[in-house]
C-alpha cells in the first residue's frame, strides 16, 4: 500500500496526477462498498465524489504506517453514514430499506465484478443489511484484513470475526433461496 501513500504525498506537494491515480484506483470499489450503505447509485456516486473532494481540498493527514485504503474507506464510510442519518431524520420511523432501493445490474457493477459468478454473489450479498454487506465486501472484494476492517467499522477484531460468521451464514441462506449451492461461492 505504500505506493498509495507516496500518490497522496505527491499530490500534497502539488502533483495532481497523484490524486488522478488515487481516483483511478479507488473509484469504482468506493462505489461498490458504498452502495452497500446507501443502497441509491446516484447518492453513491455523490458520497464518492465527495470523498475524493474531501481529501483533496482538506487534505486530512494520514498516518505513512497505515493502510492508505484503510483510511480512505474510512474516510467514505463517515461521510456514507452521514448521509444515512440526514436520509434517516427526514424520513419517517420506517427502515431505510423501505425507502430506497439499488437499480439492478448496473454497468459499473458488471464492469468491476467481471464474472457471472461474482455478480451473483454481489447481487446475493445486496440482499444482507448494511454491516453483513460491509464486512464481507471488505474482506472478499477489498481483500482488507481483519484489524482494517474493524478500523474501518469502528469495531473490536472479534466483533469484526462474529459479523463475519453471521454474515456468511446470512448469505448461505439467501444463496440457497435462490437455488444456488452455497459451496459453489
Known amino acids: 500500500m505504500g505506493n498509495d501513500a507516496d500518490r497522496y504525498r505527491r499530490f500534497l506537494d ?24 446507501v443502497k441509491d447509485i446516484s447518492e453513491t456516486e455523490d458520497i464518492v465524489q465527495e470523498t475524493f473532494v474531501k481529501i483533496a481540498v ?5 498516518d505513512p504506517k497505515a493502510s492508505f485504503k484503510t483510511w480512505l474507506f474510512t ?14 431524520s427526514r424520513m419517517s420511523d420506517q427502515p431505510i430499506e423501505d425507502h430506497i432501493t439499488l437499480s439492478d445490474g448496473t454497468d459499473l457493477e458488471i464492469e468491476y465484478l467481471k464474472t457471472q459468478r461474482n455478480i451473483d454473489l454481489h447481487e446475493a450479498m445486496k440482499k444482507l443489511n448494511p454491516d453483513y454487506f460491509q464486512v464481507l465486501y471488505l474482506m472478499y472484494f477489498e481483500d482488507l484484513a481483519t484489524e482494517e476492517i474493524a ?35
Open 75 to 88: 474516510i467514505a464510510r463517515n461521510i456514507a453514514y452521514n448521509y444515512v442519518k440526514r436520509y434517516r
Open 58 to 62: 482538506k487534505k486530512p493527514k494520514f
Open 14 to 37: 502539488g502533483d495532481d496526477n497523484g490524486l488522478r491515480e488515487i481516483i483511478d484506483i479507488y473509484y469504482n470499489g468506493l462505489t461498490l462498498y458504498i452502495c452497500g450503505i
Open 151 to 185: 478500523s474501518i467499522m469502528h469495531r473490536s477484531k472479534r466483533q469484526i470475526g462474529d459479523l463475519v460468521y453471521r454474515s456468511k451464514k446470512s448469505l448461505k441462506s439467501i444463496l440457497e433461496k435462490a437455488g444456488f449451492q452455497y459451496e459453489d461461492f
